[in-house]
């Protein structure tokens, strides 16, 4: 199993930019598929990016051109670039494993736009 803890989040002004840290323990962590979700106010929780164990990346529309997702499977690190960020990206960003089955969250990390 993996478990995972995000770090990175905080408050920053609209335009601005964070890098969200997951880092990851676990012998399986280089065979996982790494997603970052996130949970704005009142609503469900959405896929964001995710990046696969040959760096193949997908995005979310909304998120498409901002944002980056990158993996270290020898720091088992995997960082969420955010950049050009607006009041609609304020919440909770989960990191997300998944490796034949198995799936584990982190506990999240809070991002906040504002003026």
């Known amino acids: 199993q993996v478990q995972l803890v995000e770090s990175g989040g905080g408050l920053v002004q609209p335009g601005g930019s964070l890098r969200l840290s997951c880092v990851a323990s676990?012998?399986?962590?280089?065979?996982?598929?790494i997603d970052w979700y996130r949970q704005l106010p009142g609503k469900q929780r959405e896929f964001v990016a995710s990046?696969?164990?040959?760096?193949?990346?997908n995005y979310a529309d909304s998120v498409k051109g901002r944002f980056t997702i990158s993996r270290d499977n020898a720091k088992k690190l995997v960082y969420l670039q955010m950049n050009s960020l607006n009041f609609d990206d304020t919440g909770v960003y989960y990191c997300?494993?998944?490796?034949?089955?198995?799936?584990?969250w982190g506990q999240g990390t809070q991002v906040t736009v504002s003026s």
């Open positions: 997300h494993s998944r490796f034949s089955g198995l799936t584990s």
């Open positions: 990046i696969s164990t040959d760096g193949t990346t």
């Open positions: 676990g012998s399986i962590f280089r065979l996982s598929v």
